[in-house]
């Protein structure tokens, strides 16, 4: 059984930093692009921010320049380093990913989710 747990989240001040994991675990073989998204109330759930196996990169324009996303392959993590926090960046933050298991198959897996509040 392969999942995603994500940590890292809390609370933080307008201008502050965190720093987002997920852990892959179980049975894989690969992991081609990992993400994260985040969902505020009331909103639909958006990307974030996305890395390739090749740790190609892309962002959602309302966070460029603020947070950076990596991974560790030899460790199956995803990381999100937020910085210059704003209110609006308040959600639960998931972190999604394309994983290759004993099936061969890619399947596409979500964390269960980590709240991150940014108070004004």
């Known amino acids: 059984q392969v999942q995603l747990v994500e940590s890292g989240g809390g609370l933080a001040q307008t201008g502050g930093s965190l720093r987002l994991s997920c852990a892959a675990s179980g049975s894989i073989l690969g992991i081609n692009a990992m993400g994260w998204y985040r969902q505020a109330p009331g909103k639909q759930r958006e990307l974030v921010a996305v890395?390739?196996?090749?740790?190609?990169?892309d962002y959602a324009d309302s966070v460029k320049g603020r947070f950076t996303i990596s991974r560790d392959n030899a460790k199956n993590m995803v990381y999100l380093q937020m910085s210059s926090l704003k209110p609006e960046d308040t959600a639960v933050y998931y972190c999604n990913a394309h994983v290759v298991g004993l099936s061969l198959r890619s399947l596409e897996l979500w964390g269960q989710g980590t709240l991150v509040t940014v108070s004004s």
């Open positions: 890395i390739t196996d090749g740790s190609s990169t």
